[in-house]
Nanobody, 120 residues
């Protein structure tokens, strides 16, 4: 059973930093694209940052220059370094991955979410 588990959320003051981590476990062939999404109360889930298996990255305009996404293919992990946090970054952050399983089928997986709260 493939699982994605996030860690690293919490409460921080505006201007502070947090680092989110996501670890994939279970039987799989490979992990393709990975990304971080977030959902604030009353709002739709939005893409924050994405990274391909080869390391190509993309960011939402709202986080460019402040957030950095990275991954370690050997360890099956992904991280999101968040600096210069703003109150509007407050949301539940979700890890997402497109994973190829042992039957060579590609499926979407989501983590359980981790709360990030930025106080003003």
């Amino acid at each position: 059973q493939v699982q994605l588990v996030e860690s690293g959320g919490g409460l921080v003051q505006a201007g502070g930093s947090l680092r989110l981590s996501c670890a994939a476990s279970g039987s799989m062939f490979s992990i393709n694209d990975m990304g971080w999404y977030r959902q604030a109360p009353g709002k739709q889930r939005e893409l924050v940052a994405a990274i391909t298996r080869t390391g190509f990255v993309d960011y939402a305009d709202s986080v460019k220059g402040r957030f950095t996404i990275s991954r370690d293919n050997a360890k099956k992990t992904m991280s999101l370094q968040m600096n210069g946090l703003k109150p509007e970054d407050t949301a539940v952050y979700y890890c997402h991955a497109n994973i190829v399983d042992r039957s060579m089928a590609t499926k979407h997986y989501w983590g359980q979410g981790t709360q990030v709260t930025v106080s003003s």
